[in-house]
């Protein structure tokens, strides 16, 4: 992963996690999602307070994007400890997302008190260690920016194309039916030269690539 400040990949949650854990009878209940902005990451918080309306606390951090405006490494970061001690909640639980190298996240940490006070060394624990054991549990995925390339392809053809195309590792995006097919594909930056050779000799040089912009793909870590 190159610095998010220039980032041509970075690491996003593979699917929403909830966990919970008990420590001395207080039971911390971790939802970890992925968001795709700061409005999507408060509103998770805020279902979390309706869901669970009765806890004490909903504490929670978010880490979002490859280029955010104003956190470390240019990812935008943000964290609230919610009435618990200073630093003993949102701060750890930040730093455990951040540790994981995760983005486009947001963790909540919801406590019901259990009647023995716990120290800030002890809730920095607790709060750390349930969104560890939700990123554990919701895996990983990595998003890379890709150029898009469009290339045509004649109906008869374009069947066989695809398929020869994606047994090579290619990714297909989309194909668009018209006068002709129009497949597009997401290619590992500076390799649609390479591309365009590996098109000709599938097409007997009547395909060629044409890049169209770039966006962000999942793949697998």
Do not use: K, N
């Not at 940490?109 to 120290?119: A, S």
């Not at 990123?135 to 066989?160: C, I, N, S, T, Y």
């Amino acid at each position: 992963m190159t610095d998010r400040a220039g980032a041509s990949s970075y690491r996003v949650p593979a699917r929403t996690a909830e966990v919970e854990i008990e420590v001395r009878r207080s039971r911390f209940r971790c939802h970890l999602e992925r968001v795709a902005d700061e409005d999507a990451a408060r509103a998770v918080v805020e279902a979390a307070r309706r869901r669970h309306g009765d806890a004490g606390h909903h504490c929670w951090a978010f880490v979002l994007g490859a280029e955010g405006a104003d956190g470390v490494d240019g990812a935008r970061v943000r964290s609230s400890d919610d009435g618990e001690p200073a630093g003993s909640a949102g701060a750890p639980m930040l730093e455990t997302l951040r540790g994981r190298e995760l983005s486009d996240v947001v963790a909540v940490v919801t406590r019901w008190f259990g009647g023995t006070l716990l120290g800030v060394g002890g809730l920095v624990r607790a709060y750390s260690g349930a969104v560890a054991l939700a990123a554990d549990e919701a895996g990983v995925l990595r998003r890379e920016r890709r150029d898009l390339v469009e290339v045509d392809a004649a109906h008869a053809d374009a069947g066989r194309l695809e398929h020869e195309l994606r047994s090579r590792g290619v990714m297909v995006r989309d194909a668009s039916y018209g006068a002709v097919v129009t497949l597009t594909l997401a290619v590992p930056a500076g390799l649609s030269g390479s591309l365009g050779a590996t098109l000709a000799g599938l097409t007997a040089g009547a395909a060629a690539p044409r890049q169209v912009g770039t966006d962000w793909v999942d793949l697998p870590v």
